[in-house]
């Protein structure tokens, strides 16, 4: 339970003396918040539902207060307000301090008193804790692993030895971070492996989802810059650079040594190949096939748009004539001039 | 070891007396049954190969029964009938009764005499166990999930807090449910992490496959409803809602709040995505774009077709040319017409 | 530390006796590489870097050595060179011998002296361990599961019951091999399960990435043959058959009963359907859809080339008009053909 006059302070905004004592359980979808529901308005199309609002209390910008029928909290960026409160109502309780019997932490690691490690989460030698440090059951930390103050490991990740993670960062259950790079030179007769000799450095307040894997470099590191964002089942591979305030949704793949600009946006399933360039403020949408470098900022894209398949087969086959359907143009462009001047000598 | 009269009786088919005695060690191919194998014919383009069978005992339609050199067990849908019966032919003891001295699992947890839980398992405070629940080595229970009776985790699945599974639901070994959704608010320096506060639902009957990521939702729940079946390696972000009995293969990814029909099918990597409606019996060919919302049933594709690299090149470089292909076909009409009718005109 | 004289008696190839006592710590890119590193050129395109090297010993073509400012080892595939003296200079130290107490071993397993079981890994019965085998902390080796000599699994990596790998295999972190195939019978009122009887079989020197999934078969065993390299995130389904010295990217997936063949490459996110055959020496470049079979070996592809957002949008809905623009060539094709005769014949 939080009161709006809280949430008034942490978001610095005024709120009317006759609401400050509000006291709100939650937040709701506009259209279902109830008497103790804090409910946003981020874009203007959602006004309309916003006379019917019922919350307890609804955060809007200046322009929209009028409009509203219940308390509000005015701020210039409504949804970034609900993101700063958002934590108010994550009722969650904080993992307990302290090491738990069933963990597995090697004597030579210093494990801070604010530090909370949980059963079966397994920590090598030589691993440096940060302060407030959150490791999760069966969470496992190689040798020499040096993570920051509150990084929080949830149950399962997997950071391999030598893994480096600044100050604030989260890394979702099952995660992978630091396994070898695949590097092989071939032989006649198969593959001779190349140890991975790099390690894996991830910046400060850099949020990594379930399921990801983030390789090793094979001579130098992989590096993640500060405030990366990443989402479930990324893979990542040897060292590739990811810079600063990159956001990177799910099911995105990146081969190797790609160097990624800043402020980049990345959304679902985009493939990236390897030893490409992409500048800052480069945006791919969903699936994008990014196979050349990208040196001016702007939206990307590749691929063919959804058809009933039936409609599809039909285009798909003439896809593969393209070529020979653009030299039939030429020739048909070529002959029908040809054919235009010949009428006009007849005239 | 099973005989043939089991299997009549449990498939409720007639059996000849004469061979309900026949005992059988397995099920195999058509091709390689041996003296103690069962084998099934499910489509009439594999009768060529029945009258060789050497099976102890085929399951086949009725009309087929009269080219089976082997003892028949008759039935409408020969290879529903041999899902129905292959549970009989998996040899893998059930695991262990009780809780294994090496689990962890909170003092607040009723643990139902009939659960199995296994060494590294660890079970939060306030979650609800289901009868015959199976938590296998090194599962996660986060604190208050809640499962549904025969419920079965495989090794290392993590749920986390809030989780609700149905009953008879199985998640295969290193699967993770309720993560955080990718939900940020942009700041002008970073990004401003929005906490998840809703949940995962799950309902009966879900079968979820290996290294699969359900996302928690930011304010509703995640939603994924009975008789839903979803392959390895398979995202849902947050807030999806997915309807009953629809089968999602591998490796597909749904963007967050999207929500999908009942009876519907997603082949291999299929991406989704956010926000968009997908109607009742859509049917998805692999690698599918659903970059738009879906309203008639039937079967949508999208991609090209696979070419030599060589020959590809030629007509991906053409695909970057279609508008202006298409611009000077329509040229090329007008000023064909154009002549046609100077043409004529001299005639 | 090794020296000089030491990695040439391992390549076979011949240092300067003023040379052989030189010592390196490392191996560093050309351009960074310093006094104690070793370095390497492996494309005549790096020549013109090798001329200001700064390393203590650089790894060339015989024919390139007169160009290196620094001593050099020569050999006829300085690429293979560096692979096969790279694990010199990995210096994280083995795991420690012998079972931790925090293992979890069933009484039925015999554990070679040379095994290294860490805390949290689970062996279940009957499994049969190789010599100098690793199981990593939270590593789970189902019941009756093979593992040849030198086998290394990474933390949380899942073998389910009856898997067998060859000797020399690697598992990285989180992968599962053996969970059940995605097999289904459809029933009216929703799917029968069908129970996998089948298991994955896995050769020698095979290596896998981390989060990869491989599916047990259904009736026969999904197989991967030797010298098989598979990167993260890949999934293979039941009763897939990889054939030997296929190479596999990472986020590949591969639908069920396809046949793959020998020294076949597999770019990042390439989807292949199932029950498809794939001949010896096909290569397929990332994100290629593969759809139908492929009888010549070559390279692959398919897709649409990247494009700014607002051109591809322009090309994308010209695709769905595709067939038709064909047809209107022919038409026009026509036309322009009878005015042209009908042209000739009014002179």
Redesign the interface.
Request: one cysteine or more.
């Given at each position: 339970m939080v009161t709006l006059g809280e949430l008034a302070a942490h978001l610095g905004c005024e709120a009317d003396s006759d609401d400050v004592g509000i006291e709100l359980d939650?937040?709701?979808?506009l259209g279902r918040a109830g008497s103790r529901d804090l409910a946003f308005v981020s874009e203007s199309r959602y006004l309309d539902a916003l006379k019917d609002c019922r919350a307890a209390c609804v955060i809007v910008k200046p322009d929209w207060q009028a409009q509203s029928p219940v308390p509000a909290l005015c701020v210039a960026?409504p949804?970034?307000a609900?993101?700063?409160i958002?934590?108010f109502?994550?009722t969650?309780?904080a993992p307990p301090l302290g090491i738990?019997p069933?963990a597995?932490v090697d004597p030579s690691v210093t494990v801070p008193a604010s530090a909370s490690i949980?059963?079966?989460a397994?920590v090598e030698a030589d691993a440096v804790l940060g302060e407030h440090v959150v490791l999760?059951?069966?969470a496992?930390v190689g040798?020499g692993v040096t993570l920051g103050d509150n990084c929080r490991l949830?149950?399962?990740v997997?950071l391999?030895?030598g893994v480096v993670l600044g100050d604030d960062c989260?890394v979702?259950?099952?995660s992978?971070i630091g396994?070898?790079g695949?590097?092989?030179?071939?032989?006649t007769?198969?593959?001779?492996?190349?140890?991975q000799?790099g390690s894996v450095r991830i910046g400060d307040?850099v949020?990594i989802?379930?399921?990801v894997?983030i390789?090793r470099g094979a001579?130098?590191d992989t590096v993640i810059a500060?405030?990366v964002?990443i989402?479930?089942?990324v893979?990542i591979?040897h060292n590739c650079v990811i810079g600063?305030?990159t956001?990177i949704?799910?099911?995105v793949?990146m081969?190797g040594s790609s160097v990624i600009g800043e402020d980049c946006t990345f959304?679902?399933?985009v493939?990236v190949?390897g030893h490409l360039k992409i500048c800052d403020n480069a945006h791919f949408?969903?699936?994008?096939?990014?196979?050349?470098k990208?040196d001016?900022p702007?939206?990307?894209?590749?691929?063919?748009?959804?058809?009933?398949?039936?409609?599809?087969?039909?285009?798909?086959?003439?896809?593969?004539?393209?070529?020979a359907?653009?030299r039939?143009?030429v020739k048909?462009?070529a002959?029908?001039d040809a054919?235009?001047e010949?009428?006009s000598d007849?005239?």
């Open positions: 939650g937040i709701a979808p960026d949804y970034l609900y993101a700063q958002s934590a109502f994550d969650l309780p738990h069933g597995f949980g059963p079966g397994c999760s059951p069966g496992y040798r949830w149950p399962g997997v391999y030895h989260v979702h259950a099952n992978v396994a070898d695949f590097g092989f030179a071939r032989r007769d198969g593959w001779e492996k190349i140890s000799l307040r949020d989802g379930a399921g894997t390789d001579l130098d500060d405030d964002i989402d479930d089942q893979h591979a600063r305030r956001a949704a799910g099911c793949g081969a959304a679902g399933q493939g190949s949408t969903g699936q994008a096939k990014v196979a050349r990208v001016e702007g939206n990307y894209s590749s691929g063919t748009p959804l058809e009933a398949t039936r409609q599809w087969r039909k285009n798909a086959v003439r896809f593969g004539q393209l070529d359907m653009q039939r143009l048909l462009e002959k029908l054919l235009g010949a009428v007849d005239d």
